[in-house]
C-alpha cells in the first residue's frame, strides 16, 4: 500500500499542470482578438462634467440574483411616472441616472435595437435609421423593413437621461425624427410622429416597473396657458427666442427641441446654462450628390464642411428666459444663422 502513494501523488500533479496549461492557453486564445475600437468621430470629446453619468457601484440585490452575463439585476425603481407638458413628455424615475442608463441599456439589448449613438457621458442613445413600408406601422418594437430601397419611411429615435429636479432622480427624454421618400425617389425631412415618442416613453415605463394606466393617473400636467415662444429682437440687434418660462423648464423644453430638431448636442452644462451643439446648414434640403441619410447622420468618420458648431445659452430674464445662439468659441452667430436655429427650435415648441 505505502508504494502506491507516490504513484498516486504522481498522477494528481501531473493532472493539475496540464488545466493550468488549458487555462493559460484560452485565456490567450480570448485576449488575441485585441481591444475594440470606435470610428474618429465616436471618441469622447471634451465634455464638461456637469451633465456626465457617473459611475455607479455594483449594487447588491441581497439574493444574489445575476442574468447570463453575470451583472447582478438592478432592482427596480421604487417611483416611475409620465409627465407632460403640451407636446413635451419625459419620465420621472427615483433612481440616480447611471442605474437609468443600465436599464435603459438592458431595454435595447432586450428588444434588439441596433444603436448608432450611445453616450453615457452625455446621457444619449440613439437608434440607426429604422426602414418603413406601407402598410405602415405605428410601432417601434415592430419589424422594420431591412432593404432600404422597399422603404417609404425613415424612423429615428433618441433617448436621453438628464438629472432631475430632485436629488437622487432622473428624467428620461424621447425624440423622433422621420424621413419621406417623395415622388422621385428622394429622401426629404417629414414631420416627427409624436404618437410614437409616447409609445416608446410607455415601452420604457412599464419595463421599468410601472403601469401605463396608473401612470397616467398620476401624471403632473404643468399650465400650458402661457404665451407661445416667439423669436424677438434684442435691443442690440441680436434676435432671441423668448420663453414664458422659468429656467429649469426651459432647459427640459429646449433639450427636446434639439433632439427633435436633428441638431447633434456634443456636450451640455446645466450649470452654466448651456448646450453645444453640431448643425448642418444643408440638413433642411440634403446635397445634391449624397442622399439626406448621410447628411444628417453627423457622427460619421467624415463630417461635411458644412457642419458647425454652435454655441445656444439660456438667461433667464424677469419674465421667463431667452434663447440666444453663439459660435463655439462664444463669438456671436452670423444673423442668417442665428434666425435659422432659432426659427427650428421654435418650430419644436409648437
Known amino acids: 500500500m505505502s508504494r502506491l502513494i507516490p504513484v498516486v501523488l504522481a498522477m494528481l500533479s501531473l493532472l493539475a ?3 493550468c ?3 493559460k492557453d484560452s485565456v490567450s486564445d480570448e485576449a488575441s482578438g485585441g481591444p475594440l475600437t470606435l470610428p474618429p468621430d465616436l471618441k469622447p470629446e471634451q465634455n464638461s462634467t456637469a451633465m456626465a453619468i457617473p459611475a455607479e457601484p455594483a449594487v447588491s440585490t441581497g439574493n444574489n440574483q445575476r442574468q447570463e452575463n453575470d451583472e447582478p439585476i438592478l432592482p427596480k425603481p421604487d417611483h416611475v411616472a409620465l409627465h407632460w407638458n403640451g407636446h413635451e413628455h419625459w419620465l420621472e424615475v427615483e433612481a440616480p441616472p447611471s442605474r437609468v442608463w443600465r436599464w435603459l441599456g438592458r431595454f435595447v439589448k432586450r428588444h434588439e435595437l441596433e444603436l448608432a449613438r450611445s453616450d453615457p457621458q452625455l446621457g444619449i442613445m440613439e437608434t440607426v435609421w429604422l ?4 402598410p405602415l406601422v405605428r410601432d417601434l418594437l415592430a419589424p422594420s423593413v431591412v432593404d432600404r430601397t422597399a422603404a417609404s419611411v425613415a424612423d429615428r429615435y433618441l433617448i436621453r437621461v438628464e438629472e432631475g429636479g430632485q436629488q437622487g432622480a432622473a428624467e428620461v427624454f424621447v425624440a423622433q425624427r422621420r424621413l419621406v421618400r417623395d415622388e422621385q425617389g428622394q429622401w426629404r425631412l417629414g414631420n416627427a410622429d409624436r404618437f410614437l415618442e409616447v409609445e416608446l416613453m410607455r415601452a420604457l415605463l412599464v ?7 396608473a401612470a397616467s393617473a398620476r401624471s403632473a400636467q404643468t399650465d400650458t396657458s402661457a404665451a407661445q415662444p416667439k423669436v424677438q429682437q434684442l435691443d442690440d440687434g441680436t434676435s432671441a427666442l423668448i420663453l414664458r418660462d422659468r429656467f429649469f423648464e426651459a432647459w427640459r423644453r429646449i433639450g427636446l427641441a434639439l433632439d427633435r430638431a436633428g441638431f447633434t448636442v456634443v456636450d451640455r452644462d446645466r450649470s452654466a446654462r448651456q448646450y453645444f451643439v ?3 446648414t444643408r440638413a433642411e434640403l440634403g446635397p445634391k450628390d449624397k442622399g439626406l441619410l448621410d447628411t444628417v447622420a453627423f457622427w460619421r468618420e467624415e463630417i461635411p464642411d458644412t457642419v458647425e458648431k454652435y ?5 433667464e430674464v424677469n419674465d421667463g428666459t431667452q434663447v440666444t445662439v453663439h459660435r463655439f468659441d462664444g463669438a456671436p452667430a452670423t444673423k442668417g444663422i442665428t434666425g435659422k436655429i432659432l426659427r427650428l ?3 419644436q415648441l409648437h
Open 17 to 19: 499542470l496540464v488545466g
Open 21 to 23: 496549461m488549458s487555462a
Open 131 to 134: 426602414y418603413s413600408a406601407p
Open 207 to 213: 419595463d421599468l416597473g410601472g403601469e401605463t394606466t
Open 278 to 280: 453640431r448643425y448642418d
Open 311 to 315: 454655441r445656444i445659452d439660456l438667461t
Open 345 to 347: 427650435v421654435e418650430e
